[in-house]
């Protein structure tokens, strides 16, 4: 399984970035899809998680209301669109596959990362 995460760049604070993140394999609709960031200095953190169907997702709070996780099983892709955009925003965004189908914040029930996008969000 390969993770190919795309879309991040250089933003004003205010404004809006859409990560997508393609899938290879021919199972992708089985399993949980997630996106994490890691800021410079800091621990890699959870954003967003989306359970295999797409009816189920989580958010951590600071971007609950700015944030949208979807998923096409169609497309093997997974996108989160980010609006509203703050400079604590500023990170390397991952998508991730979550080992079962479920919508998850625990980055140990991950087995396939991406190689990550950078976000930077300027003030």
């Known amino acids: 399984v390969q ?7 250089l933003v004003q604070a205010g404004g809006s970035l859409r990560l997508s993140c393609a899938a290879s394999g021919r199972t992708f ?12 200095g800091k621990e890699r953190e959870f954003v967003a998680a989306i359970n295999w169907s797409g009816r189920s997702t989580d958010y951590v ?7 949208t996780i979807s998923r ?8 989160l669109q980010m609006n ?3 400079p604590e925003d500023t990170a390397v965004h991952y998508c991730a596959r979550q080992y079962s189908g479920s919508s998850s914040r625990d980055s140990h029930e991950y087995d396939y990362w991406g190689q990550g996008t950078e976000v930077t969000v300027s003030s």
């Open 3 to 9: 993770l190919q995460a795309s879309g991040g760049g």
């Open 61 to 67: 709070d600071s971007v609950k209301g700015r944030f």
């Open 84 to 86: 509203s955009l703050k």
């Open 29 to 40: 609709g089985l399993y949980g899809m997630g996106w994490f960031r890691q800021a410079p």
């Open 72 to 79: 096409d099983n169609a497309e093997n892709t997974v996108s």
